[in-house]
């Protein structure tokens, strides 16, 4: 079973920082965990993926729990722009997307 | 990462017609899948393309509703056969980049009357 657990909406004030959580208590000893974004009216977009430690890029942090049973997605800053659906992915048959409802994020200015 | 284009980038089709849409990669890739996204849902996946061989299918999705092509590696298609209005959705593929990530092309957007 690769579904994952995440809220259905979240708000957030423009310009502080985003805790996304999703819960993956099945998740495998080698199963990395994705995360995604789907602006409105575009396909889904790359964010950051991780499989054991803390995973830092230009757009996000990934922090993976020790049991690696849940992540948190975190945008340092967030921006209008940042109003998206956020997808956290764990991949089943090595390479295949399940896309569970994601969650919306709604970002005030 | 990858450029990925689709064409058409929408299209009204009538019932009981078929439409083949394209999907473009700016690089050589291995993988290319197919998704559907019905109005108001999250995606799902259709099928797995590789060059060379047969698609793979997932659970729900046949080979003649969903006939996929993939001549080389940077270009697929998949057709939408026989359609009916439940067939409206957005039809988007994208490519595995680095063993991990997937990169999405920016969809086709399916009316069906």
């Known amino acids: 079973d690769a579904k994952t657990t995440q809220p259905n909406s979240m708000e957030s004030n423009e310009e502080e920082p985003v805790h996304l959580p999703c819960n993956h208590s099945t998740i495998s000893g080698t199963d990395y965990i994705h995360w995604y974004r789907q602006l409105p009216s575009q396909g889904p977009e790359y964010v950051i993926h991780g499989l054991t430690s803390n995973v830092n890029n230009r757009m996000a942090s990934l922090a993976i729990a020790e049991d690696r049973k849940s992540s948190t997605l975190i945008l340092h800053r967030a921006t209008l722009r940042d109003a998206a659906v956020y997808y956290c992915i764990r991949p089943y048959n090595f390479n295949k997307f399940y896309f569970g409802s994601g969650t919306k994020l709604n970002v005030k200015p | 990462s990858a450029v990925i284009s689709q064409k058409p980038s929408r299209d009204i089709c009538q019932r009981g017609t078929s439409l083949t849409i394209q999907c473009q990669v700016d690089?050589?890739?291995?993988?290319m899948f197919w998704y559907r996204q019905q109005p108001g849902q999250s995606l799902t996946l259709i099928a797995t393309a590789n060059q060379g061989s047969e698609a793979t299918y997932e659970s729900g999705f046949v080979i003649d509703k969903f006939p996929i092509s993939r001549p080389n590696l940077t270009f697929s298609t998949l057709t939408v056969s026989n359609m009916s209005p439940e067939d409206s959705s957005i039809y988007l593929c994208?490519?595995?980049?680095?063993?991990?990530?997937?990169?999405f092309g920016p969809g086709t957007r399916l009316t069906v009357t």
């Open positions: 690089s050589q890739v291995t993988m």
């Open positions: 994208s490519v595995e980049v680095r063993g991990r990530e997937q990169y």
